[in-house]
């Protein structure tokens, strides 16, 4: 017991530190790497590390490389490496190992300290759990980088404008889909429940990204997409309806000048952003039963007007059916993606319902629950689209920016909009004893915030207490910086590609977002 106990120590004392200093990890430099070493042999809570002999500090990163399965050989170079040893530890290292040459070995030390830092957060709940781990608080600032403003603004109806043919097929097919074919329907009521706030018609936002980003991407390239001649078997397959063709705004126009304009799009990114608005909503049916919603876009939510049970199954069948989707696109990457998307969605949702007073823990959870799935569809659509690896970066940053922008707004319209504006109650996430980023930037200034976070604001009088104190704090004015930060960033990271409409649209799409009311 004695030995799990000091083994789980040495292990916590590593994952503090690396956590500490992941922001250095990520830019994979060697250079980086050994001041991070060197960093963590010298961290005042690791005095007890600076005393003892290099070869102690080397079987920490042993029993830790043994821990997550990293060859312990790399890591004691590592570690031996970063110390600021006599000639006499010097020499005692490099006789239990053979010689290396560091610059053969510092792409390969870069890539091992990542993986181990990624490996240990994969498990940070058994540390934060069961080990005093004090994680710092850190609130990421704004950088400061040349703005840029988009020269052809768009509102986003005329935004949506652009791709509401594909986006009128997609619903069609999504229907067609969870009603099932005439020879072996879909159960009335599953279906009923299943297609209800698809009927709703929100602000499909995430479908309309997918559909915009495609058409930009396919002028980028200066091609036309895949023909309909040979896609995958559709998603309306399963329908009654025999398959649809393509029936995008492009598809109609003749003229190589106006296709350029608009962009086209394929078979299998209308089939993407069905099953991208599938996922989504299967989250929002859940996520209601979780938080007990009363109302979802000013009707009565799925819960409320069909159960909990109901609505549950009914949110499993969406899920089911976007991987029936997802698997006819015959396309093994896009189908890692989205699956992984379905993974962090709960891990999202886990994060959120644990909590924690952490700002690095809080944009963690929310990329987790609803960066990733715009992130990676995205990536999804240019992909499928054909574009270059650079594209597919581009697209990426793309939607996780603008997806962590969408949310850090939603998370302040909680507090500043109306439950008329929202269509839904306001300060639902204190309510939930949840703690957004205008809680988090309110907690600088009044400190007492912290133990009505650490109880949910659960006692009474906690939730309208905590909304004065951030309406008397900079709270408000701090999230709206950090949304317009990744706004501008979503900006940026797609400006390379080639003018045309829909490049337009999602250059003004994060602008857009920030003045949203709902």
């Given amino acids: 017991m004695n030995t799990l106990v000091c083994r789980a120590s040495k292990i916590s004392n590593i994952y503090s530190c690396f956590y500490m200093h992941s922001a250095i990890i990520t830019h994979n430099s060697g250079n980086n790497i050994v001041l991070l070493c060197k960093r963590y042999l010298h961290t005042s809570s690791n005095q007890h590390l600076q005393q003892s002999p290099p070869s102690f500090q080397s079987s920490i990163f042993c029993s830790a490389s043994k821990e997550l399965s990293i060859p312990c050989r790399s890591m ?4 031996s490496s970063s110390s600021t040893s006599t000639p006499s530890s010097s020499s005692s290292s490099s ?3 053979s010689p290396v040459n560091p610059k053969s070995t510092k792409q390969q030390l870069a890539g091992l300290i990542s993986n181990f830092v990624q490996k240990f957060r994969k498990h940070a709940f058994f540390l934060e759990d069961y ?7 850190v609130v990421s600032p704004v950088s400061s980088y040349s703005k840029i403003t988009p020269t052809n ?8 404008n652009i791709v509401e043919p594909d986006m009128e097929q997609m619903n069609k097919n999504i229907i067609s889909l969870l009603v099932g074919p005439v020879m072996n329907p879909t159960h009335p009521l599953l279906a009923k429940i299943a297609s209800y706030y698809f009927e709703l018609k929100g602000k499909r936002l995430r479908p309309a990204i997918v559909l915009l980003l495609s058409r930009a991407v396919s002028v980028s390239l200066d091609v036309t997409p895949p023909s309909s001649s040979t896609p995958p078997t559709s998603s309306s397959t399963l329908s009654s309806s025999p398959p649809s063709p393509t029936s995008t705004s492009s598809s109609t126009i003749s003229t190589t000048t106006q296709q350029m304009t608009t962009g086209s799009v394929s078979p299998q990114q209308i089939q993407l952003a069905e099953i991208v608005e599938m996922i989504h909503t299967a989250s929002l049916v859940h996520d209601d039963v979780i938080d007990e919603a009363v109302t979802r876009r000013d009707l009565p939510s799925a819960n409320i007007k069909f159960g909990n049970k109901m609505s549950v199954m009914a949110g499993d069948f969406l899920l089911a059916r976007a991987s029936i ?4 696109l015959q396309n093994c990457e896009v189908t890692e993606l989205m699956a992984t998307v379905l993974g962090e969605l709960i891990e999202g949702e886990f994060m959120q319902t644990k909590g924690s007073s952490d700002f690095d823990y ?3 959870k929310t990329y987790l629950k609803t960066a990733s799935l715009l992130a990676n569809a995205c990536r999804c659509a240019a992909i499928l689209g054909g574009a270059s690896r650079s594209v597919v970066d581009m697209a990426t940053e793309y939607g996780r920016n603008i997806g962590l922008a969408f949310q850090i707004v939603d998370d302040l319209l909680d507090f500043t909009g109306t439950s008329k504006e929202l269509g839904k109650e306001a300060l639902v996430d204190l309510s939930l004893g949840l703690a957004t980023a205008p809680v988090l930037y309110a907690r600088q200034e009044f400190p007492e915030l912290d133990a009505m976070i650490n109880r949910k ?4 009088g906690d939730v309208l207490l905590a909304r004065t104190l951030v309406q008397k704090s900079k709270g408000i004015e701090k999230t709206r910086q950090l949304a317009e930060h ?8 797609l400006a390379p590609l080639a003018p045309s409409l829909a490049h337009d649209a999602l250059m003004s799409l994060p602008q857009a977002l920030l003045s949203r009311s709902r």
């Fill in 95 to 97: 006789s239990s190992h």
């Fill in 362 to 364: 809080y944009l963690k």
């Fill in 76 to 79: 004691s170079i590592s570690a």
């Fill in 131 to 137: 080990l005093p781990v004090s994680s710092p608080v």
């Fill in 457 to 460: 604001f659960s006692q009474e």
């Fill in 153 to 160: 603004k768009m509102t986003w109806n005329q935004a949506l």
């Fill in 486 to 493: 990744y706004s501008q960033l979503a900006i940026q990271a």
């Fill in 325 to 328: 989707s997802l698997a006819q």
